[in-house]
């Protein structure tokens, strides 16, 4: 059965789970940089924008 105490985290922990991912995608696409993929690659291979993967490099140094 489903507890108070497990709903109430339910948030929490998928705001967790968000920013693991987020940090994961950030300093990902940082090391690809870093070892040598063109920002044009990444943006082939992600879909994201040229200024998107710039502001994701940059995260994913920071978080390094």
Request: net charge positive.
């Amino acid at each position: 059965m489903v507890t108070e105490a497990e709903l109430k985290a339910l948030d929490a922990n998928y705001q967790e789970a968000v920013k693991a991912a987020e940090r994961h995608r950030s300093t990902t696409i940082a090391r690809a940089i870093d070892q040598g993929w063109a920002q044009k690659d990444v943006i082939t291979a992600t879909g994201y924008s040229r200024e998107t993967v710039r502001r994701l490099a940059k995260e994913g140094r920071r978080a390094e």
